[in-house]
């Protein structure tokens, strides 16, 4: 699933390519995703100028006035900035069309991905978001706040840094590499780790994030950009997917474990 960094990629692509055009028809090639497609968003977008592309956590915020239109890519979703003759292609769920001849394509090839259309004043009540936590690349995630979220948890540190409650974004991939940065075992109990510490966990985490974010992301399975490259950040990882290689940085060899249904990866020598 596209982490943080994916999402902001496609978020920087998108601005530059959709904010200011104007909407002249929308159409749904399919019922709906892994919820039905918002019933007004057919009528209330065409005329309406693309004013801002965002992010909070993992979803893109399109601003159209008196309305938000939220959208969240799954697993597997993807946009296209297409001329607007070009016909639709297997998967191909949502397409929006500008009055300068471009169209904005979704496609969805597991189709786990959702959009929603909320008024601009409340869209961050709805459940979708009213949960999250602060955004890690922002001022509310620091060592004080970690340490108030950890202490007296016997949970998994990894398992932690995973909750979309405590801090958004932070998936699978960018989670195991902030704790090898980190120098950090995935299976300490978060109460268990001093505020110095979560301190270098901080700093890594952002760290680890802006450097995917410039790379591109990572390209796993189905992840592209929105222009169709990969990300490049998957050749920078240091202990995701790298079972039985060895450490960069010391005589360890890479281990895997299973955390909450999903694999960890880390260096028994480095993270402790």
Request: net charge positive; glycine share 10%.
């Given at each position: 699933?596209?982490?943080?960094?994916?999402?902001?990629?496609?978020?920087?692509?998108?601005?530059?390519?959709?904010?200011?055009?104007?909407?002249?028809?929308?159409?749904?090639?399919?019922?709906?995703?892994?919820?039905?497609?918002?019933?007004?968003?057919?009528?209330?977008?065409?005329?309406?100028?693309?004013?801002?592309?965002?992010?909070?956590?993992?979803?893109?915020?399109?601003g159209?006035?008196?309305?938000?239109?939220?959208?969240?890519?799954?697993?597997?979703?993807?946009?296209?900035?297409?001329?607007?003759?070009?016909?639709?292609?297997?998967?191909?769920?949502?397409?929006?069309?500008?009055?300068?001849?471009?169209?904005?394509?979704?496609?969805?090839?597991?189709?786990?991905?959702?959009?929603?259309?909320?008024?601009?004043?409340?869209?961050?009540?709805?459940r979708?978001?009213?949960?999250?936590?602060?955004e890690?690349?922002?001022?509310?995630?620091?060592?004080?706040?970690?340490?108030?979220?950890?202490?007296?948890?016997?949970?998994?540190?990894?398992?932690?840094?995973?909750?979309?409650?405590?801090?958004?974004?932070?998936?699978?991939?960018?989670?195991?590499?902030?704790?090898?940065?980190?120098?950090?075992?995935?299976?300490?109990?978060?109460g268990?780790?001093?505020?110095?510490?979560?301190?270098?966990?901080?700093?890594?985490?952002?760290?680890?994030?802006?450097?995917?974010?410039?790379?591109?992301?990572?390209?796993?399975?189905?992840?592209?950009?929105?222009?169709?490259?990969?990300?490049?950040?998957?050749h920078?990882?240091?202990?995701?997917?790298?079972?039985?290689?060895?450490?960069?940085?010391?005589?360890?060899?890479?281990?895997?474990?299973?955390?909450?249904?999903?694999?960890?990866?880390?260096?028994?020598?480095?993270?402790?």
């Open positions: 699933m596209p982490e943080l960094p994916e999402v902001e990629v496609v978020r920087r692509g998108l601005g530059s390519l959709v904010e200011a055009r104007r909407v002249v028809r929308v159409e749904y090639l399919s019922p709906g995703l892994r919820y039905p497609f918002p019933a007004d968003m057919v009528e209330y977008l065409p005329g309406r100028v693309c004013e801002y592309v965002r992010r909070r956590a993992k979803y893109l915020l399109f159209f006035g008196e309305r938000v239109m939220t959208w969240h890519l799954g697993m597997t979703g993807q946009f296209h900035l297409l001329p607007a003759d070009t016909a639709p292609v297997r998967h191909e769920h949502v397409r929006i069309d500008f009055e300068d001849g471009q169209s904005l394509r979704y496609r969805d090839a597991r189709r786990f991905g959702y959009v929603g259309l909320f008024p601009a004043r409340t869209w961050h009540q709805h979708w978001f009213s949960g999250l936590g602060p890690p690349l922002e001022p509310g995630f620091d060592a004080e706040y970690l340490r108030s979220r950890c202490v007296g948890r016997h949970a998994p540190i990894k398992n932690v840094l995973m909750d979309a409650r405590i801090v958004v974004g932070v998936g699978n991939i960018y989670a195991a590499e902030s704790l090898y940065r980190a120098g950090i075992h995935p299976a300490r109990a978060a268990r780790i001093s505020q110095p510490r979560l301190a270098l966990l901080v700093d890594a985490v952002r760290r680890v994030l802006q450097e995917a974010i410039e790379a591109g992301g990572s390209s796993i399975s189905d992840f592209v950009r929105v222009d169709g490259r990969p990300g490049y950040f998957a920078a990882f240091h202990v995701y997917g790298r079972t039985g290689e060895r450490c960069g940085q010391c005589d360890g060899t890479i281990r895997r474990i299973v955390q909450a249904g999903r694999s960890s990866f880390y260096c028994p020598g480095c993270q402790r």
